[in-house]
């Protein structure tokens, strides 16, 4: 009788501390998750913050797609960085971020517009202007071998 008091202790604290959460811890909880590296923890915890409207909630989404681009899950991360950037066009993260996964899944024409669109929105985006540079290029290559093959 004893051990299952307990038990039933144990489980009501358990899921007071997993559900009795905000949608800010939620969100910070999924941020401590990505930094050691816990990405399946980090999208649920994300996924919470989104459930419970997290503001800025494109800044939820983009995170969480950020999280499956580093698992390799590139066209589900391309729909979080959708959604954010349907919340917020001015917002150049999920650009930059959308125009990586593309760049992965070899995409490149769609990737290069993510980047024109995250420098646009975000002129000191260096990142952007960098990864813009090496996108031009591959695409002059490609070309280049396209051309030289006829």
């Known amino acids: 009788m004893k051990n299952s008091y307990l038990l ?16 800010s811890e939620w969100y910070d909880k999924g ?6 590296e816990k990405y399946e923890n980090a999208i649920i915890y994300f ?6 409207k997290f503001s800025p909630l494109e800044w939820a989404y983009n995170d969480r797609g950020y999280v499956k681009s580093e698992l390799g899950l590139y066209e589900k991360a ?4 959708d959604k954010a950037i349907d919340l ?29 669109r995250a420098i646009l929105t975000d002129p000191n985006y260096t990142e952007a202007k960098n990864n813009l540079g090496r996108i031009n290029k591959k695409l002059q290559a490609q070309s280049y071998f396209t051309t030289a093959a006829k």
Not at 78 to 81: G, P, R, Y
């Open 88 to 116: 917020n066009e001015s917002f150049a993260n999920p650009f930059y971020h959308r125009g990586f996964a593309r760049v992965r899944l070899g995409i490149l024409l769609s990737a290069k517009e993510d980047y024109k």
């Open 47 to 52: 996924t919470k913050a989104i459930e419970q």
């Open 31 to 36: 941020k401590n998750a990505y930094e050691y």
């Open 78 to 81: 391309i729909e979080d960085f």
């Open 8 to 23: 039933s202790l144990t489980f009501l604290f358990c899921g007071f501390l997993l559900w009795g959460q905000t949608a």
